[in-house]
């Protein structure tokens, strides 16, 4: 494979199963404008929250592998279930194989170096993906770091549901909504701050403010990563030299390309135009 891969620069490369991802390039794009992006959404085969392990694995690394022959050096796995399902696999078994000079990088780490600072209470909420929960990620990779703090976590199986269907302003949306994060602070009554563990769910944020009290901090992702982003290229001259910086952001799906395109205008303020690509 590594004889394949071109050794041009090109664009950063930004992997969802769906259209969540596109808070995660939003958040990028505002922070790095100057760069080129290249968007993937596998929309054919999502949601991958409640699929297994080695399914959402064996579909990243599908993922990863199309953007690296597409000229991507660096990939945000702009997904939280592939951030916790596949990343850590792909970054010690498959990137020595595929070309040990490209990176993958996910959304959970930036999110959780910065909890402590965020938290009073140290008593921390998440909501995510059942995918997401029954993986564990989130409170392992926090105890690393701060094992002094507590972490709860609640799955939210209709959330996403929600965003994709644009039911969000529907009367159900709420009850959902509200149902989920009654049941997550009943777990620990001292959470002050609740982590949005899942690329959807900020488009679900006046929703979820209205169900909570004032002082609880919600954690959005989108800021974190871009941060994280920018940081990881000014310490990593080398990759930075790798991405080309044309202000250019194409869009590609598995599904329908008129369905992602009217989709992702609730995701970003703008009309985009989509190419479709098959993953295997």
């Known amino acids: 494979m590594e004889n394949k891969l071109s050794n041009q620069p090109g664009p950063i490369g930004i992997f969802d199963s769906g259209y969540g991802g596109l808070t995660i390039l939003s958040k990028i794009k505002e922070a790095m404008p100057q760069y080129d992006y290249m968007y993937l959404g596998d929309n054919a085969r999502a949601p991958y929250g409640p699929r ?15 953007l ?40 959970i780490r930036p999110t959780v170096e910065l909890i402590d600072q965020l938290t009073k209470s140290k008593h ?24 002094h703090i507590s972490v709860v976590g609640e799955s939210c199986p209709m959330w996403v549901s929600l965003v994709e269907n644009n039911e969000i302003n529907n009367e159900g949306a709420n009850f959902f909504i509200k149902k989920s994060l009654d049941s997550l602070r009943k777990k620990d009554t001292n959470i002050d701050t609740i982590i949005l563990g899942c690329t959807h769910y900020p488009l679900l944020l006046p929703i979820i403010k209205q169900n909570l009290p004032s002082h609880i901090n919600i954690v959005t992702q989108g800021e974190l990563v871009a941060e994280s982003l920018k940081d990881y290229l000014y310490r990593h001259p080398e990759m930075d030299n790798k991405c080309t910086k044309g202000g250019i ?20 303020d703008e009309k985009i135009f989509a190419s479709r690509i098959t993953l295997d």
């Open 249 to 268: 952001t194409r869009f590609y799906t598995t599904e329908s390309v008129d369905k992602f395109q009217e989709s992702a205008a609730n995701f970003l």
């Open 124 to 147: 921390v909420g998440l909501v995510a993906t059942p995918g997401t929960i029954k993986s564990e990620s989130y409170p392992l990779e926090i105890h690393k770091l701060f094992p």
């Open 68 to 107: 690296f022959e597409m000229g991507c050096h660096l990939i945000i796995l702009a997904c939280n279930t592939a951030s916790a399902k596949a990343l850590r696999t792909i970054q010690i078994n498959d990137l020595p194989l595929l070309d040990v000079n490209r990176r993958v990088l996910g959304v």
């Open 52 to 66: 297994s392990f080695e399914i959402v694995y064996d579909f990243t690394l599908q993922a990863v592998k199309k």
